[in-house]
Structure formats: structure tokens, C-alpha cells
């Protein structure tokens, strides 16, 4: 095996972790960027009814980034086992087929929502007036799905290869243009949601087209195998894709958690405070993204390293991996705790005007909100460990408690504690879900 960049043989754990962490963390933190510089842009350039439309469009984005994710962190798990065991041309194949499947799945999901795009954003709760805001971002987010995918299931790959800071530049790049689009489009040229959607879909496809190009003519070992059509091969192709699926599956939960949590939400924020209720937790829901990264980079850091040594049996090394993982899950935490609860205004700002009454509802919701962030970096860092072992009951475990725990909090917690119950209802479900696991151990 060609290990210029890295040694997953040899290599000290904390040493391979920290050369992958730092720039999987910077990539993965530019994934969030993406969507949270379209809500800076939106804000300030269309409103605060703009950010609420773009947070009603979240979930299908979130959803559509849990395919690539569980694709891909199924992919990349079962894929380092191989390599670990020297059976190169299956990793290869394994990389053809979750590439080849998830785009085809993403093309026909996108089709669907293309077609109907007013009854998908009513479907999402829109509001009569948000609607047409709502649809024109559909519109136009819609096609960068397929994109999107190759980006996702690409960057597992790429730093399963050895090139973390590759994966990372496919992420930064997009983000930067990102930013200079959603500038260019919303203030001079004026196209409000529709310019932001562009921009971001965009940008993505730079991101989805870096990541295949790699694959296709620089990957040291694991560029995609030739795509045989036989039936025999396409029956064998469909049992790898299957069972890369189960075992990122927890992947895909966790961002159908982030999407419960933003669909719920949003209704209840509309329930008992109204658009601009929503205007406040989409705020919040631009930053949501950015906790889940943070935990899914830590464990993505960790996944080749423990797959690996899994594959050769080498125990010792899982449990200093794991170590690692929740020490920097810890650490991360804290400090993204410290922003939100010292600095809600300046937090606020950055996406409307804090004297405004989404503004002043975020700055007043914020300390709340940031009670669960601990909770939820350590259950997504868990996650990504038992799905790193292949231990798939364990982590669907996690994702499940996650999502179950989620509604009937933001059920009850407002007719308990009113307005501040809302926005305890994702801490409390995070340290439930935290509380039976650690108990189960």
C-alpha cells in the first residue's frame, strides 16, 4: 500500500489522528459554512423572513447529506477493513459501487422535488406567506444533489487514501466561492433566495467535481474500480451497497435527527411565537450544523484508524483512538459553549439586526440552546466509534434515543417551562440519549 501522506500501519494513534483531525475539522467546518454564509447573506439582504425560508428548506438538505454521509461512512469503514486485510481491488469496488448507487437514488429524489416544488415546500410547513421564498429555493437547491453526494462519500475516501488536506481544500474551495457568489448575487444583482440557492448549488458542484476528479485520476489506491454490467455483478453490487447502508445508516439517522429537530421545530416555534419565532431557530439551526460537523470530524479522524486496526486486531490502538475522541469532543464542547452563552448578541448579528424581534428572541434562547451541546458532540463523536467496529446496534441505538426523545420534548417542555422550554428541548434529549447509553455500557 502507497502511504506517502499516511501510515495507518506504523503510525503513532494520537499522531495520525492529529494529522487527520486538523484539516478533516477545517473541511468539515467549511461544509457548515456553506449554508450558514447563505443565512448571513439572506439576512441581511432579504430579512428575516428570508432566513426562516431557507430553515424550512434544511431538512431536505439535511436529509439528502445524510445519504452521502451514510454512504459514505459506510463505504469508508468496510473499505479500511480491506485494506487493512491487503484486499485492495474490493475497497476499489466498494468505491464504484456506493458512487455509481447514491448518484442514481439522488437523481430520481431530486426529480421528484423538481417537479413538485410548491406541494414539497408545503409539505415542509411553509407558510403562505414564506411560500414562494420557499419554492424558488427548491428550485434551484435541487439540482446539486448528485453533486453533493460525490462530495460526501468522496472526502471519506480521499482521507482514507491518504489525503486529508486534499478533502479538505474540496471544502474550503466550494465555501469561498460560496461566499463570493451569495455576495454577488443577493446585493448587486438582487435575486434574494433564488440567488443564494444558486450560489450555494454552485458551489457544491466545484466541491462534488473536485472530490470525483481526485478519485478518478490522483487516488494512490483506491480510485474507483471499472463498473461491470452484468447481472451476477449488478446482484453482488446491490448486496455491497445494502450493507455499506446498514452500516452507516446511524449517519443518515443523525442527520434525520437534525432534520426532525429543524421540522419540529419549526412548527412549534410557529405555534407559540410565529415567523419570527422561526426567523430566531433558524438562527439557531445555521449553527447546528456546525456542533454536528465538529462531533462527525472527530469521528471521522478516528474511523480509518480504528477500522484499520479492527481489520488487523489490534485492539489497544481502538481504545487510545477512543480516548482521543471523547478528550477532543470534550474540549471542543466547552469552548463552543463559552460563544453561545457569552456572546449571543454578536452571534445573533452576524445574521440580523439583534434589536429586531427574531434578534432579541435568538440572544434570549441562545444560553438555553447551548446546554446540550456537550450532549450532542459526544453522541455524534459515539456514533461515528460503533460504526467504526461495525457495531451497527449499538450506534442505531444512539440515533434513535436521539430522534425519539426529540419530539416529545418540544411536546412537553413548553407547557412546562413556556418559551425557554422550546430551546431546551434538543439538551434534554441529547443527555437523555447520552445518559442510556453511558448506562447500557
Known sequence: MNRDAIDFENGRVSTLFRRILIPTLLGSLAISAVTAIDGIFIGHGVGADGVAAVNIVVPVYQIMSGLGLMVGAGCSVVSSIHVGRRKLQAARMN??????????????????????PTETARLLGSSESLLSQVRDYLIWIVPCFVFQMWSFIGLFIIRLDGAPKVAMWCNVIPCVLNAVLD??????????????????????????????????????????????????????????????????????????????????????????????????????????PFFFMIGNAVAQSAQPIISYDFGTGRHHRIHQALRLMLATSVGFAVAVIAGFVFFPRPLTALFVDPHSQAGLLAIQGFPYFAAGILFYILNIALTGYYQSLENMHRATLIVILRTVLLIPCFLLLPLWLGVPGIWLAMPVAEMLTLAVILMRR
Not at 459501487?97 to 430520481?108: D, E, I, M, N, P
Not at 448587486?188 to 458542484?205: D, E, F
Open 95 to 116: 468505491v464504484t459501487q456506493a458512487l455509481v448507487g447514491t448518484s442514481l437514488l439522488c437523481a430520481l429524489i431530486s426529480l421528484f422535488i423538481w417537479l413538485w
Open 183 to 288: 455576495w454577488l448575487f443577493i446585493f448587486p444583482l438582487g435575486m434574494g433566495v433564488k440567488g443564494a440557492a444558486i450560489a450555494t448549488g454552485l458551489s457544491i458542484a466545484v466541491g462534488g467535481i473536485m472530490a470525483l476528479g481526485y478519485l478518478l485520476c490522483f487516488a494512490h489506491n483506491l480510485h474507483p474500480a471499472r463498473v461491470k454490467w452484468s447481472r451476477k455483478s449488478l446482484r453482488l453490487s446491490l448486496r455491497n451497497i445494502g450493507y455499506q447502508c446498514r452500516i452507516g445508516s446511524a449517519s443518515l439517522l443523525g442527520e434525520m435527527t437534525l432534520a426532525v429537530l429543524t421540522f419540529v421545530g419549526n412548527l412549534t416555534f410557529m405555534h407559540y411565537l410565529g415567523d419570527e419565532g422561526v426567523g430566531a431557530f433558524g438562527i439557531a439551526c445555521y449553527y447546528s
